[in-house]
């Protein structure tokens, strides 16, 4: 085309100018202008895929990671493999059995095979660092499905053993995520892993990198320390890399390791990391790609964050040496309080993007209300006695939000905040469930959560699902999905994947 305007004449050029100055045309190319600018600056929208689903499967499961059968215990057994380390007091012992007990979880929880060696109630986990990887624990065969431990597993918490566990959770979730979705390695462009205590070297990004041949410019992330919150931070994290570079991909896997991770002392507030927390991961494919959206099976909304910044959040969760030298992670009596600072941070930011006109409207007469009564109390204004200062107004979620995730840390979390947000059993259901069927599996369980709803919760498309998560530091993180997508077999009695 610049090749013929050179052989354009002049009555030409003036043709096209009285061309341009028509209304009509002014009108279009202003269009077309404001468009352009729009799409510019306009982010993309991020979606987590739906894998593809064959005719004849009868469903479609979430991508959680469900542990091998030879990997589960009851509440007996596991007190059973806790009495074998010879290192905890009848004080303690009695004390672990009573958390056990009230802590919601169920007889069908798992733990890794480097301390099911324990099992017998004799064997002790060792430490044993002459051990080389290869003898440590069972290598990981190639089929995830096979994996089993044998009776002659030794109980080893080593760190070949933490990082056989990290492939077999790892490891699964990539392969079958990949295989569902039928994306190849080399199509994902981050890679984000967030596990809290087990940061070894090379990465565990490094590690399924090197497994699965993904490209060499990938850019990966390796979040540790975040604690239970975790998942919810590499979506964010993700959600940002994606709006900054439309039309890629990113692979979030999130996880906890249990294998090095068992206190073996007799301090209270460290012993209840033996009874809550438990195997589990979960994979997800995040995409900004426009066509990726024809087959996603949500899109994300918002993820808002909040922190606390003084020393009794800080010191909440801490992980530590107790006096004998003996590690662990100290959790405070005032984290359920601590959290529900935290969420209210965090609710400041969510609500406006979430509730109706009207719950804000009340939110807002309430706190004018208690505004002005204050200051006439305090000024002394006449009649102002006679009127109490009513209390704050919480407002109602479930106004703005179809489905509650929040995390299974604990009985304790879980009703402290059903009682600060006013929610009703069934609306924990899927947190209280989730505890009972797989334990606390930390950065993960809100995915669990979101797996039941999906089964048992009634999902509909255009239902939106909130995922709260808290974490050491202390944090508060939130993220709301909107379901696009529901497989209907998946629904019913039928729970073939639980248990």
Request: with cysteine; charged share 20%; net charge positive.
């Amino acid at each position: 085309m610049i090749s013929q305007l050179y052989m354009w004449r002049v009555e030409d050029f003036r043709r096209a100018w009285y061309l341009v100055q028509e209304p009509l045309v002014m009108q279009v190319i202003g269009a077309c202008a404001l468009i352009i600018a729009y799409l510019n600056q306009h982010k993309p929208s991020v979606y987590c895929f739906l894998a593809c689903i064959k005719k004849q499967e009868k469903g479609l499961d979430n991508l959680v990671y469900k542990p091998p059968a030879d990997w589960k215990v009851s509440r007996e057994e596991v007190l059973k493999m806790l009495q074998a380390q010879n290192c905890f007091s009848e004080n303690s012992l009695e004390f672990q059995r009573r958390i056990l007990e009230n802590s919601g979880t169920g007889e069908s929880t798992h733990w890794p095979p480097g301390i099911l060696g324990s099992r017998d109630g004799k064997t002790e986990c060792a430490l044993d660092t002459l051990q080389t990887e290869h003898h440590a624990v069972p290598q990981i065969p190639r089929a995830p499905q096979h994996w089993s431990t044998t009776p002659e597993t030794s109980a080893n918490c080593n760190m070949a053993a933490a990082r056989s566990e990290a492939k077999e959770v790892m490891f699964s979730l990539v392969r079958d995520l990949l295989k569902r979705s039928k994306v190849k390695p080399k199509q994902i462009d981050f890679l984000i892993i967030n596990c809290s205590l087990f940061c070894p070297t090379p990465s565990l990004c490094a590690l399924v990198c090197n497994e699965f041949g993904l490209r060499q410019d990938v850019r990966s992330y390796n979040l540790g320390g975040m604690g239970c919150s975790a998942n919810v931070i590499s979506v964010d994290l993700a959600k940002q890399l994606l709006e900054n570079r439309p039309g890629s991909r990113a692979l979030v896997i999130s996880m906890e390791n249990i294998t090095q991770n068992l206190y073996k002392g007799n301090d209270k507030s460290m012993l209840l990391q033996n009874t809550l927390f438990r195997c589990g991961g979960c994979a997800l494919l995040l995409s900004s790609r426009i066509l990726d959206s024809m087959r996603a099976k949500y899109k994300l909304l918002y993820t808002f964050r909040s922190q606390l910044s003084d020393d009794n959040s800080y010191n909440c969760v801490y992980q530590k040496q107790d006096e004998n030298g003996n590690s662990g992670v100290a959790l405070s009596k005032d984290i359920v309080k601590v959290a529900g600072r935290a969420m209210r941070q965090n609710f400041v930011q969510l609500g406006p993007h979430v509730l109706p006109v009207r719950e804000q409207a009340k939110v807002l007469c309430n706190h004018f209300l208690v505004r002005v009564l204050s200051i006439a109390k305090e000024r002394g204004w006449p009649l102002a006695s006679r009127f109490a200062t009513p209390e704050g107004y919480t407002p109602n979620f479930s106004k703005g939000i179809d489905h509650f995730c929040i995390h299974a840390g604990g009985r304790a979390v879980i009703e402290g905040v059903q009682k600060n947000l006013k929610l009703s059993d069934r609306q924990i259901r899927p947190s209280v469930q989730t505890l009972h069927d797989w334990g606390n599996t930390s950065s993960s369980s809100i995915w669990y959560e979101t797996d039941w709803i999906e089964r048992f919760g009634d999902l509909h498309p255009g239902e939106r699902v909130l995922q709260i998560s808290f974490g050491s530091g202390f944090k508060c993180n939130s993220a709301v999905w909107v379901a696009l997508r529901v497989d209907r077999s998946k629904q019913g009695p039928g729970f073939a994947f639980c248990k």
